[in-house]
């Protein structure tokens, strides 16, 4: 039985009778055919309605525009074939689902990505002719002896071809580029230089910062030790008693048991301190770091009296040691 006939017998349904109806609702626009059966697309124009498709659906089918009788009754297979022809056996469609397999393994393969590893034939020199992958291993089976001599070859390779190449091709040697953010060239020299310069304005304000916390005269004192280390270079070894530089600086030293003191021209007109501030003349109670108070004082003591009890305790404590001493001596 061929595959024409298989389908006339068990899926086509015979001729209705000639004088019955058909009580299913026609479609508008469309004749009612007097042949029989009619095999109609329900999707032809995609936009039928529902209840339109199901009619059709329920409706009489045409075959190639002959009626099931005749469809029969005809010697010639009116059947058309649509696509890959239908396997004759099994085993037919077997082999054929196997070379299409293939074929769809080998378009797969074609179409992978770049994360396979590369192969490609060796060189030319070699003559070896032999497929090998992008680390310089042979492809194929093969042991790891093999793999690591052959990847070890071809480090061999790149190294050699690296050294053999120009600076002006490698890089080597060459100064490294930096850019920023934006991707425009930093001058290294130029950001050396700026951050080296505000280095050295960091330092200078943080020396000056602690210069200002010193004192006026601190700071004289310390330049007038500067300049007498200057001078020193020019001091003879020997210093007599008619040097001028040596009585000049005997001079100028206060004693407080100077009886001469008060002779001096040059003390009693001194209304100026070493910073160059007018001094205080009047009377003041004395402290232990000798700072005279300044011009504008109104002679009024607003300390806690601790200077006072201060050189109390010392000479207290100084004429205690000298009585003791005293009375050994009279023992």
Known sequence: MSLADYLAKNYLTADPKAGKTSKKRKRKGEQQSSSGLVIADDDALGWDDKNERNDEEDGPTTVSGQTSAEFRRAKKNAWRTVGAPAPSSSEQGAADAIIASAAAENAARDAADDSAPAIFESDAGN??????????????????????????ERQAEERARFLSDDAAHSGRGSETIYRDA???????????AE??????????????????????VQLAQRSE?????????????????????????????????????????SKRGASKSVSGKPLYTGPFVPNRYGIRPGHRWDGVDRGNGFEKEYFAARNRRKNVKDLEYAWQMDE
Request: net charge positive.
């Open 225 to 265: 030790k500067r300049q007498a280390l200057k001078d020193a270079k020019y001091i003879p070894v020997a210093r007599t008693a008619d040097d001028a530089d040596l009585n000049a600086e005997l001079k100028a030293q206060d004693r407080w048991n100077d009886p001469a003191a008060g002779f001096l021209e």
């Open 127 to 152: 003559g070896d002719g032999i497929a090998k992958m992008e680390s310089g291993a042979h492809a194929g089976l093969q042991t790891a002896e093999q793999v690591t001599a052959a990847m070890k």
């Open 195 to 216: 951050a080296r310069k505000k280095l050295e304005a960091e330092e200078a304000a943080a020396a000056a910062a602690l210069e200002a916390q010193k004192g006026a």
């Open 182 to 192: 934006s991707g425009r060239i930093i001058n290294v020299a130029m950001k050396r």
